[in-house]
């Protein structure tokens, strides 16, 4: 097998192999840009190393000494050589990019004689020991797993003593006692000696990094954002260029649009004379990359041309890291860069104004995960005039208004989530160690930090509301204490966090619904005309029916009716109903009800116009609408209201209770014995319609029949239905173009399709109880035992949130099958859960549907997801 690839043998195609960095230092340097020259070990090294007894092959060590050597020829440097000396730095790098949660080691092949060699050949010794002094804490910490913290605090300890202000201030001799402190540190803590062999140096950071994939850190972050955890990282080493070797040089991130808006404006920082993760760690507070431009004129303007040669190439904003040595420009990674869901549109549309993607492209863009932080709420602008500030000049990093309590460290965060709080973490800055915490928080804060700062990074990639900069606040997070202008806050304090504009206030602000946005609507626009699927609503309340409408809903998949019936009056007359046993009484209570039906449905189709509206009938169990028997008020409330003694209404609940409802007197069954329920809500629908016509819309009722398990079921019912409303609409003296289906959700009606389509107008398929109902799992009990399921590998994923294609998949499939056969057009949806799901969208568009519906606000998700599988 080849396991290493010299940087000119890959390219960007091949990221599940070399990973994500790797393959695109191996494309950058294939269309001949400056990348420092370097190979990669590739993906399947690691998993082949995790899976042995974590020994590198004689084969791998092989390939590695040969494209060392390679290096070392085509650099013309050695590990050995006093005027050619190289120094090499080893990066992780997994095919989905992980921000900051596996580990770098620079300036590897440095020691005791190297670090003099280096002196000399830099005419800079304390440049030279300090990147010494670099390599012995990031190798420690990386391959010895010796915590920074030990090697940061002799740093500051020594600084301190020695009355020295800045890094930058170290002289030699102080950094030679540093570094000697450094070595002790080995000893007391891992109780090892740095390896003075580069070889060996390498070899054990090769290890180290394969052996990062499965480190906690990364564990966490592949399950916070659904990365499998088989793909193993690949590790690239590289010649090290110097951005610490002078104010010529420097480092620094940049995008190629702002990623917190989307605005085409190059957006970066870069810290001059300064290595590595000086930037993105947030210890020093960089500069913008516009001051580039007065610093630097020439790398600036290289970089401008370099930047938008790279975003035409991959068609996306990119992200990237540079590093100027001596005046000279390098590139060290490119990849598309993390945003927010608000500059995913906007990019996304804009690239295709640009005339650099297509529409197709640009909707395959957006992650349809990030929707929901679009539809954010902000601050109400009213009650934000009355709110007082804490601070206003921190950098907007990721979007959002939050409110919270605060807490300074992840832990404490998370305590009191578990407590049921809402929190707001503040930190001076955040490291990897915080990802959990972060997750869990409404917003983060930080003082320090730019916007490419862990931080901001991570909180966008969470969709989290966050503030990072904020240099007016001081945060103590041992005394717990944040320090700001006009006072102090201690842990526990409630405040308010704008992630748009990065002012923080004092207290809880009211916030107001998102507008959707032009670019926003554009997408939606886009996604509307590449899908196949339409996207419909489940909705009866006019609030929900207003914003699926919003989303431009190709009309209602689900009105619930029995949603409808929880209110006093109506719930009296309902209970009227079912309890009494005279015909009068049960006539009185329908007409009743019909009545506030028919003021329902016209509601809803005063809203929906001439879109298709499914109207199911009456589904859940009787024993939803009575009182509660051990509840001795309600009990004689209800008697009173519906005028009949209490042992009487005692004895009808008794006959009325099931064992095991769900499965019981519900659906059609329910109609079966109680038929007139049935023709009362066909009646109300149809003359809501006629009213509503009367208006001049054109409503089409689809009346839905539910949990039919049986041909003659549906027969009975739908023929009594038709009878009755031929009559209604005779006496109305008007037409009404209506349809009546049935949802299919028992495994039965799956399997006899193909004769339910002579009975039905249309079928949708309820996922909810079709889950349930094939598994055997009650959807109310099984939470209890799913995530264990889950957690111990039986199941993949919860299958009321996601379809089960195997089984339940495979019974809509076949239903499908059926029915399509014998009528090609015949109509199907999906109305529950699954109907917003983008992965069972997917296989519900890849078998044909017509199409999904979902809650409202799902709506966004549904549409871009179903455009997304058609293309
Ligand atoms: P991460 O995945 O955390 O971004 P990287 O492997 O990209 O880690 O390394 C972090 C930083 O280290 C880079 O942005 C760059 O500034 C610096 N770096 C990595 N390799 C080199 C190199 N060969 N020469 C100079 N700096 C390097
Ligand atoms: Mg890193
Ligand atoms: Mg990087």
Not at 28 to 57: H, R, W
């Amino acid at each position: 097998t080849k396991y290493v690839y010299n940087f000119d043998e890959g390219n960007a195609s091949m990221r599940a192999l070399l990973g994500g960095k790797g393959a695109n230092l191996a494309e950058m340097t294939s269309m001949g840009l400056p990348v420092p020259s370097g190979f990669t070990i590739s993906t399947e090294a690691c998993m082949e190393y995790l899976a042995t007894e974590k020994q590198l092959s004689d084969d791998m060590m092989q390939q590695i000494e040969r494209n060392l050597e390679e290096l070392q020829v085509r650099t013309g440097k050695s590990f050995s050589d006093d005027a050619n000396l190289l120094l090499v730095s080893v990066r992780s790098g997994a095919a989905q990019s992980m921000p900051g949660m596996m580990d770098t080691i620079l300036n590897l092949g440095l020691n005791d004689v190297n670090v003099e060699r280096f002196a000399k050949l830099t005419n800079n010794p304390a440049f030279a020991y300090d990147c010494y002094r670099r390599l012995l804490q990031m190798f420690g910490n990386v391959v010895y797993e010796i915590s920074g913290s030990y090697f940061e605090r002799h740093l500051a300890k020594y600084k301190e003593t020695h009355n020295i202000k800045t890094d930058q201030d170290l002289q030699v001799d102080d950094l030679k006692q540093v570094i000697e402190k450094y070595k002790e540190i080995y000893q007391q803590v891992a109780g090892k000696v740095f390896p003075q062999d580069p070889k060996q140096q390498l070899l054990e950071a090769i290890e180290a990094v394969f052996s990062s994939w499965n480190n906690e850190r990364a564990f966490v972050y592949r399950n916070l954002n659904d990365i499998p955890h088989h793909g193993g990282t690949a590790v690239n080493v590289q010649e090290m260029v110097f951005g610490n070797s002078g104010n010529q040089s420097g480092t620094g991130v940049a995008f190629t649009r702002n990623p917190a808006t989307g605005e085409n404006i190059l957006f970066g920082e870069y810290l001059l004379n300064a290595q590595g993760e000086d930037v993105v760690a947030g210890i020093r507070t960089p500069q913008t990359i516009a001051s580039l431009e007065a610093a630097m004129p020439d790398v600036y303007g290289e970089f401008i041309r370099v930047a938008n040669l790279l975003e035409n190439h991959y068609g996306d904003m990119q992200d990237i890291e540079f590093t100027i040595e001596n005046g000279k420009l390098f590139l060290l990674q490119t990849r598309n860069g993390k945003r927010t869901a608000k500059a995913a549109f906007q990019i996304a549309v804009d690239l295709v104004k640009e005339g650099k993607i297509s529409k197709e492209d640009a909707v395959l863009k957006i992650d349809t995960k990030s929707i929901d932080q679009l539809l954010h709420p902000s601050f109400q602008v009213e009650a934000l005039k009355e709110a007082e500030l804490i601070t206003e000049v921190g950098l907007p990093a990721s979007p959002g208004a939050a409110t919270g309590r605060i807490y300074f460290d992840a832990a404490a965060a998370a305590r009191a989530v578990e407590a049921g709080e809402k929190v707001i973490l503040v930190r001076q800055e955040t490291s990897p160690e915080d990802i959990t915490g972060m997750s869990i928080s409404e917003a983060i804060v930080t003082s320090r930090g730019g916007m490419t700062s862990h931080a901001a990074v991570v909180a966008r990639g969470m969709g989290v509301c966050c503030v990072v900069g904020c240099e007016q606040l001081s945060i103590d997070e041992h005394q717990k204490l944040m320090t700001y202008p006009g006072g102090e806050l201690t842990e526990g304090t409630l405040i308010s966090v704008d992630g748009t504009n990065g002012a923080i206030y004092l207290g809880e602000i009211e916030t107001v619904p998102s507008e959707a946005e032009e670019a926003f609507q554009t997408i939606m626009q886009w996604s509307r005309e590449i899908s196949d699927l339409k996207i419909r609503m489940n909705a009866e309340t006019v609030a929900d029916i207003e914003t699926g409408l919003s989303f431009e809903a190709a009309g209602i998949g689900l009105v619930r009716t029995e949603h409808m019936f929880f209110k006093e009056e109506r719930l009296r007359e309902m209970r009227r109903f079912i309890i009494t046993n005279r015909q009068t009484e049960q006539d009185r209570a329908l007409s009743q009800i019909l009545n506030y039906q028919i003021d329902d449905f016209v509601e809803i189709f005063s809203l929906t116009q001439d879109k298709p509206v499914v109207v199911r009938l009456l589904d859940p169990p009787l024993h939803e609408f009575l009182p509660h028997q051990h509840n001795e008020q309600e009990m004689t409330k209800v008697a009173e209201q519906l005028g009949i003694s209490s042992n009487y209404l005692a004895q009808r609940v008794m006959d009325l209770t099931e064992v095991n409802p769900m499965l019981g007197h519900r659906g059609v069954r329910l109609a079966v014995t109680y038929p007139k329920l049935y023709l009362m809500q066909a009646e109300a629908i149809i003359r809501a319609a006629a009213q509503v016509n009367a208006t001049g819309a054109t409503v089409k009722p689809e009346i839905m029949i539910p949990l039919v398990g049986m041909t003659e079921e549906l027969s009975l019912l739908k023929t009594q239905i038709e009878e009755h409303l031929k009559s209604l609409l005779e006496e109305l003296d008007t037409q009404v173009a209506y349809t009546i289906g049935t949802m299919i959700e028992l495994p039965r009606a799956c399997l006899i399709a193909d004769q339910l389509v002579d009975h039905a107008d249309f079928f949708s398929f309820g996922t909810n109880d079709l889950t349930q109902m094939t598994f055997g799992f009650s959807r109310d009990d099984a939470a209890k035992f799913i995530n264990q399921y889950i957690g111990d590998g039986l199941m993949p994923i919860d299958p009321f949130q996601t379809l089960d294609v195997e089984g339940v998949g495979s019974l809509v499939q076949t239903a499908t099958n059926l029915a399509r056969q014998k009528q090609a057009d015949f109509k199907l949806g999906v109305c529950g859960e699954l109907g917003g799901d983008p992965k069972s969208i997917e296989f519900f568009h890849q078998i044909g549907l017509d199409y999904v519906s979902c809650s409202p606000y799902r709506i966004p998700i549904a549409q871009i997801a179903a455009a997304q599988s058609a293309i």
